[in-house]
């Protein structure tokens, strides 16, 4: 499986970005899906996690609320909804998939959001 990550870009503080996840050479549709983020100087953390049904989510305490991800099984794609963007949320942006673990991972999407 090839992941391609977009929907990355430059965004004002309260604004949103839709970042969209697309699966090549294989389908991801049994796939339990996660997006991640990764910011200058700092480790990367779990943003975000759907299961191959799209019936457990899970978001990261600092994107409650603000952010939601969802999936499309036939179109192979997931998506991260990303409104009231902060500052810190700042950081490039990568989808994952996986059964047991995250094994396949897209090439990340920068998110800036400016003050």
């Known amino acids: 499986v090839q992941l391609q990550a977009s929907g990355g870009g430059l965004v004002q503080t309260g604004g949103s970005l839709r970042l969209s996840c697309a699966a090549s050479k294989s389908s991801l549709r049994n796939l339990n899906m996660g997006w991640f983020r990764q910011a200058p100087g700092k480790e990367r953390e779990l943003v975000a996690t759907?299961?191959?049904?799209?019936?457990?989510?899970h978001y990261a305490d600092s994107v409650k609320g603000r952010f939601a991800i969802s999936r499309d099984n036939v179109l192979s794609t997931v998506a991260l909804q990303m409104n009231s963007l902060k500052p810190e949320d700042t950081a490039v942006y990568y989808c994952?998939?996986?059964?047991?673990?995250?094994?396949?991972w897209g090439q990340g999407t920068q998110v800036t959001v400016s003050s």
């Open positions: 759907i299961d191959w049904t799209g019936s457990n989510i």
């Open positions: 994952a998939g996986g059964r047991s673990s995250y094994d396949y």
